[in-house]
């Protein structure tokens, strides 16, 4: 779970993307385990007394301990509406309710803060806020909505987003060709092949997120780079349980390597109409967006 020091910009920047070097495919950290269960938001003033209790729940996929995961239960309650907006939040309530110590109870209310899902004021306490004041490029904020009552929007929004962002960055990384860039795109590609003959979904979307994020990343803008974990939550939630801009397919992977080809060659026009043409090829983006016309 992103910490309080990080806005979504710098938070959503992975420091280890996990990408091997020219050739390494065995390198590669394929999953030895399925993605942890999303945590269902507990009632809170529901009758069952274990269901506050963060020990009996797992933590989510970015949390630790105990902190982390008071501010995944915290933060679902209040996405989902569990907790609706100017609710106040007695920090005294919380630690008893959930059985944690008023430090972690005021660490989490921090973090939440960060994110703009609550306020604290003087002789006001901490209320929640409403949602138009929230940080919806939070990568925590995505993946809560994304698994909330608000999914389908959440979905669709990303995938609108997805469509502005992406085909830019294409065009912009072929005029970036470092030759390492360039052989880790297409391992990546490959190892989307591989997992496709495999029937190994979480492989081919863990590549895929890869794919993506490195493409971004080499795009030679910085505000796109800050981008790219948008991106990569988005992938990540995109599918449900198969997660990646499409569930593993010929199709999807026929257009990858149609961009990386022309991310080789150079050829910015053609990796941006590629990359179009992949986020068109997913369901969610036909609906929202128009495939480019014809002239």
């Not at 994110?115 to 990568?139: E, H, I, Q």
């Not at 994304?146 to 065009?171: C, H, K, S, V, Y």
């Not at 297409?186 to 496709?196: W, Y």
């Not at 988005?234 to 999807?252: F, H, I, K, Y």
Request: hydrophobic share 40%; with cysteine; glycine share 10%.
């Amino acid at each position: 779970m992103s910490t309080l020091a990080h806005t979504m910009m710098t938070a959503a920047r992975s420091s280890d993307s996990g990408l091997v070097g020219p050739g390494g495919l065995d390198r590669y950290p394929y999953a030895e385990s399925p993605v942890p269960d999303r945590v269902g938001a507990p009632s809170w003033d529901g009758p069952d007394q274990e269901l506050g209790r963060v020990g009996r729940r797992p933590s989510g996929n970015r949390g630790r301990g105990l902190h982390g995961q008071l501010v995944q239960q915290l933060g679902q309650m209040i996405v989902s509406g569990d907790l609706g907006a100017d609710r106040p939040l007695v920090p005294e309530e919380i630690g008893q309710r959930f059985e944690v110590s008023r430090t972690v109870v005021r660490e989490s209310l921090r973090v939440l803060e960060a994110k703009g899902l609550v306020s604290a004021r003087p002789n006001v306490g901490t209320r929640v806020r409403p949602v138009s004041d929230w940080n919806l490029l939070d990568p925590d904020i995505i993946e809560w909505r994304a698994f909330g009552p608000q999914r389908d929007d959440q979905r669709r929004e990303l995938n609108e987003l997805r469509w502005t962002i992406e085909p830019l960055a294409a065009r912009l990384a072929a005029g970036h060709g470092r030759e390492d860039v360039q052989q880790r795109l297409v391992d990546m590609v490959e190892i989307m092949g591989h997992a496709l003959a495999q029937g190994d979904a979480l492989t081919f979307s863990r590549a895929d997120t890869e794919f993506h994020t490195l493409l971004i990343q080499v795009a030679g803008n910085r505000m796109l780079e800050h981008l790219s974990g948008i991106v990569s939550a988005a992938l990540q939630v995109s599918g449900g349980p198969v997660t990646g801009c499409e569930r593993p397919n010929d199709s999807s992977l026929a257009q990858h390597a149609r961009i990386a080809d022309a991310l080789a060659a150079g050829d910015g026009a053609a990796a941006e109409a590629a990359m179009r043409q992949l986020l068109t090829v997913h369901p969610e983006v036909e609906r929202v967006v128009p495939a480019p016309r014809e002239h």
